[in-house]
């Protein structure tokens, strides 16, 4: 029961243009969401996070949108860099919980 | 910057083997994670700690069991390793109450054959 789901495991992306994550979930519960990155051979890095009580977080080139009403969160980076290529995961966290559920991650190319 | 120390990158192991993963944290972080990372699954968390000697169950802790002695050191043990264990894991550690942002190691990537 996969309960956070990123649909697209690949997306590949020109440098310079905006490169849009996608990331849905199915527990109501869940209140607090948070993105990761990960090179190769790397463990993953904390990137950006957003509260439930929020639709909106930035952070320089990334911007979260969550829409609670469709359970729906998407990470925004722009402009895309080659040094964005990773694998980026979505996760969230049900309220007083202090484990975290993970998506299965999506692969960002930047091509020159 | 908070430091996340698995003992090793790469290892190898025979089914049956008893495998231990190290993973020591220099922050002081209640909260002590392992998790594995196989493609197209994400991230699966198997155990997790929020102090010493305490332990919980994760989504997959069947063939793992784990160790907490001291706040520092998460221990990761497979009793009697087999093949479908050969996968990426992952040692992380949060504060307690700080958001979970969770910090993790460089990974230890563990083949059985």
């Known amino acids: 029961d996969q309960q956070v789901k990123q649909n697209s495991p690949s997306l590949s992306v020109q440098e310079g243009r905006i490169s849009i994550l996608n990331c849905d979930y199915t527990n109501s519960m869940f209140d607090y969401f948070l993105w990761y990155k990960k090179y190769p051979a790397e463990g993953p890095t904390f990137l950006i996070s957003?509260?439930?009580?929020?639709d909106k977080n930035e952070d320089g080139r990334f911007t979260v949108f969550l829409n609670k009403s469709a359970k729906h969160l998407s990470l925004h980076i722009v402009p895309s860099q080659p040094g964005d290529s990773a694998v980026y995961f979505c996760a969230a966290r049900g309220q007083g919980a202090q484990k975290l559920v993970f998506g299965q991650g999506t692969r960002l190319t930047i091509n020159p | 910057d908070v430091k996340v120390t698995q003992s090793s990158r790469y290892l190898v192991k025979r089914t049956g083997e008893k495998v231990f993963l190290e993973c020591v944290q220099d922050?002081?972080?209640?909260?002590m994670f392992w998790y594995r990372q196989d493609p197209g699954l994400g991230l699966r968390l198997i155990y997790f700690s929020y102090d010493v000697k305490m332990k919980e169950k994760g989504d997959i802790p069947e063939g793992y069991s784990v160790s907490r002695e001291k706040k520092e050191r998460f221990s990761l043990i497979l009793e009697s390793a087999s093949t479908n264990q050969t996968s990426m894991y992952l040692c992380?550690?949060?504060?307690?109450?700080?958001?979970?942002?969770?910090?993790f190691g460089a990974g230890t990537r563990l083949s059985v054959l």
């Open positions: 992380a550690s949060s504060l307690e109450g700080r958001g979970n942002i969770q910090y």
């Open positions: 957003i509260s439930s009580i929020k």
């Open positions: 922050m002081d972080h209640e909260n």
